[in-house]
């Protein structure tokens, strides 16, 4: 093995699985993200070293210096072993919080391999979609609750996705933590951007009329409010975009585009009515009924 790398979690039981991963690694070398079975079971190999970054990427950094909103900056630029820090840093912090993540089998300059987890939250609402609504909503609810929790214990994902997330008995995890906005703009905001993100997941794939509402007030629940104040902002920094997206929702707009514009026009109104909104009255007794008299 190279300087810089090292099995983690117990080390490697014997030499013949290290050859055995050593041989997947460099059979993963094109790869961005692969799983192989090692020892008899699944394993994920996650590198930073594969596939160019994405123009939009690039893009996205380049001009986040002069952005007019912090919750707009991407997250700071990292080499590929910087990569393998922050996903392993962030990734300890959920672990410590006491949220599942996969366990870490090994790690290199550039590279990660991973435990398996089940249950990935997207491929359940894939078999859940045809066959029971409630329960595919529930898991939608479930997901902010979650990440109200995540934020509650101060933390932010980044990238929250049904991708990324599973759960399994009740408790919930998360894969994937390489993006930190958290890094680059207040932890609020990050939050906030959080919320907003997992909203365009949400939106787009309830199935039932009140699950974002429902949605809405689990995370309200267990998150705090002044992640909810900065969603508040993002929301309103972007409604002027509504009507002219609206206009080209049918004709032009991408799937992104379009989950954005379903997500942020529910959020407007839902903000607005409970009262989270800048236009309303912020000690409504609806706010106070629906956020509680947490710390912001
Ligand atoms: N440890 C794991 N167990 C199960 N599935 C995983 C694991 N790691 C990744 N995956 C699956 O692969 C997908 C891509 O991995 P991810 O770490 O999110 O890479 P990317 O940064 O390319 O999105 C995840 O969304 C998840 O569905
Ligand atoms: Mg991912």
């Not at 409630?134 to 991708?163: F, N, S």
Request: glycine share 8%.
């Amino acid at each position: 093995m190279m300087r810089g790398e090292r099995a983690v979690e117990g080390g490697l039981p014997s030499s013949q699985i290290g050859e055995a991963l050593l041989r997947l690694l460099l059979l993963s070398e094109e790869k961005r993200i692969s799983s192989a079975i090692l020892d008899g079971r699944t394993v994920w190999i996650k590198r930073y070293d594969a596939e160019a970054r994405h123009w939009g990427k690039r893009l996205h950094e380049l001009l986040s210096p002069v952005m007019p909103k912090s919750f707009l900056r991407a997250s700071r630029r990292a080499d590929a072993s910087g990569m393998v820090d922050r996903e392993i840093r962030k990734m300890e912090a959920f672990r410590q919080a006491g949220f599942d993540v996969p366990d870490l089998v090994y790690r290199g300059r550039t590279v990660i391999v991973l435990s398996h987890v089940a249950d990935i939250v997207e491929h359940e609402l894939r078999r859940l979609r045809s066959v029971d609504p409630d329960e595919h909503d529930e898991l939608l609810v479930g997901a902010a609750g979650a990440l109200g929790h995540v934020h509650g214990a101060g933390l932010c994902h980044g990238r929250p996705h049904p991708r990324d997330m599973f759960m399994s008995g009740g408790r919930w995890g998360f894969v994937d933590f390489e993006e930190e906005p958290e890094a680059a703009m207040p932890l609020r905001a990050a939050q906030g951007r959080d919320i907003w993100l997992l909203f365009m997941q949400i939106s787009a794939n309830a199935m039932l009329q009140d699950t974002e509402e429902r949605a809405l007030a689990a995370y309200a629940q267990a998150g705090p409010k002044g992640a909810l104040e900065q969603l508040d902002s993002i929301v309103s920094f972007c409604s002027p975009l509504l009507p002219p997206l609206g206009l080209l929702e049918n004709a032009v707009l991408g799937k992104d585009l379009r989950r954005l514009l379903k997500a942020t026009r529910y959020l407007k109104r839902a903000l607005v009515s409970i009262g989270a909104h800048s236009d309303a009255s912020a000690s409504s007794r609806k706010t106070k009924a629906i956020f509680g008299n947490r710390d912001a």
